[in-house]
């Protein structure tokens, strides 16, 4: 059994940062990715970030490179999103996700993909 747990989350000025960690437990390591998701109120959720075991690539949304950096430590079977220089329209739920098995490449940026879900932080950055 998996289970993913997010803190960090918390109210921040733009331009500020924020640091969320996506703790795991049960076969966490064992699956082939590990993604970061945001749903915005009235919106679908998307991807943000996601972090590729076998070779250790990471992979990010055009609206986040340069400003979120995605990390692991094993251990601490820990995942980690470092976000800089937040915008307002980064205002979302956030939720760390794990994938079993590898269904697109070379990862996959649909939540459908993902098996096992977090119960998500919230983040809200003013203006």
């Known amino acids: 059994h998996v289970q993913l747990v997010e803190s960090g989350g918390g109210l921040v000025q733009a331009g500020g940062s924020l640091r969320l960690s996506c703790a795991g437990s049960?076969?966490?390591?064992?699956?082939?990715?590990m993604g970061w998701f945001r749903q915005a109120p009235g919106k679908e959720r998307e991807f943000v970030a996601a972090?590729?075991?076998?070779?250790?690539?990471?992979y990010y949304a055009d609206s986040v490179k340069g400003r979120f950096t995605i990390s692991r430590d094993n251990a601490e079977n820990t995942v980690y999103l470092q976000m800089n220089s937040l915008k307002p329209e980064d205002t979302a739920v956030y939720y760390c996700?794990?994938?079993?098995?590898?269904?697109?490449?070379?990862?996959?940026?649909?939540?459908?993909?993902?098996?096992?879900w977090g119960q998500g932080t919230q983040v809200t950055v003013s203006s």
């Open positions: 049960g076969r966490t390591f064992s699956s082939v990715a």
């Open positions: 996700a794990q994938a079993l098995v590898l269904r697109v490449w070379p990862v996959s940026k649909r939540p459908a993909d993902y098996d096992y």
């Open positions: 972090y590729k075991w076998s070779a250790g690539s990471t």
